[in-house]
């Protein structure tokens, strides 16, 4: 293979900006073809973005011959049934996040690749982006010492549609698997795992406190890293004010940055303080498709991979408890 060729399976919002057109500013990357069940839309996509074809049935564009590699960026409830056909057809895959709609749904999907001995990749990009890199950089090389404990608060206010009733999927359970933690938090949690280590243990607890919609819009978790580490967080979706901060505390310092807002990350230790602005790129997705592109071609390795995303599914079931 000299180059990837991309289909993508379902082309809405997070494909125009954050994903799809990194897919041809890739080196040796290329995006050929595009679905929609709804065909005007998945051809409007195709013109505005300079696709050759487009379809609106997800199996013509997964038999595609000249498809490589399918980006499955539909809601959480379909991730399954796709992918698996993906692997049926012997093509490569990258699932959005979150991977699945449970753990289980992880789980079978995994297998499906392994036993066709084809990547299962999973867009959890942050793992890619520069900003977070350098606080890999920071732990691993021990400029706060052994990280003790990490803290994660999030908030934000109810928005007009959920308050004036309207439909959205990322509320529905049976759409997305929960409400806006599993949705947000997913990506928070998993760049936690990827900094951080395994996680052993995991506790939480959940409320509906707005009856806006089924899902919860409450969250508190506590966790064990497999090194010892402690973690805790909440989450709340009706809150007065927006808040993202997540704090690790070390033997020798701590580091302080934000999972989705602007901000500088931070290092704070006796000897040093630290406050770096590192930008992502135009296409936030761009570094994560670049990584994929690379180990397809020259086994360079990814940092998302379906194993990896599961725990970040593991964790979520865990927190949230039973359905």
Do not use: F, G, N
């Given at each position: 293979m000299q180059q990837v060729r991309w289909g993508i399976i379902g082309c809405g919002n997070v494909t125009e900006l954050k994903s799809g057109p990194a897919f041809n500013k890739v080196a040796n990357s290329a995006l050929v073809a595009v679905m929609r069940r709804d065909a005007a839309k998945a051809e409007d996509y195709a013109k505005r973005h300079q696709v050759p074809r487009w379809y609106s049935d997800a199996s013509q564009l997964i038999n595609d011959p000249e498809?490589?590699?399918?980006?499955?960026?539909?809601?959480?409830?379909?991730h399954k049934d796709y992918a698996l056909q993906v692997a049926a057809a012997g093509k490569i895959c990258c699932v959005e996040k979150p991977m699945a709609l449970n753990a289980a749904e992880c789980q079978e999907m995994i297998r499906a690749f392994e036993q066709k001995n084809l990547p299962l990749y999973v867009s959890y990009y942050r793992r890619s982006l520069p900003r977070f890199l350098k606080i890999k950089a920071w732990l691993d090389t021990q400029l706060i010492g052994e990280p003790r404990q990490v803290q994660w608060n999030f908030s934000r206010s109810p928005n007009a549609a959920d308050l004036a009733g309207q439909y959205n999927w990322r509320t529905d359970p049976a759409k997305a698997g929960g409400g806006y933690f599993i949705d947000l938090a997913s990506h928070g949690l998993d760049l936690l795992l990827y900094l951080l280590g395994d996680v052993v243990d995991v506790r939480g607890f959940c409320q509906n406190q707005q009856k806006l919609y089924a899902a919860e819009d409450a969250v508190s978790a506590v966790w064990q890293f497999q090194s010892g580490c402690l973690g805790c967080g909440f989450w709340n979706f009706g809150a007065?004010?927006?808040?993202?901060?997540?704090?690790i505390y070390g033997s020798k310092g701590r580091i302080e940055f934000s999972v989705f807002e602007n901000q500088p990350v931070s290092l704070l230790t006796a000897d040093q303080q630290l406050s770096l602005d590192i930008a992502h790129p135009e296409n936030i997705q761009f570094y994560h498709i670049q990584a994929m592109v690379e180990d397809l071609l020259h086994s360079r390795g990814h940092p998302s991979t379906g194993k990896t995303a599961a725990r970040a599914s593991w964790m979520m079931e865990h927190i949230l408890g039973p359905s």
């Open positions: 498809v490589d590699a399918v980006y499955i960026a539909t809601p959480p409830d379909s007065a004010e927006r808040q993202d901060q997540v704090v």
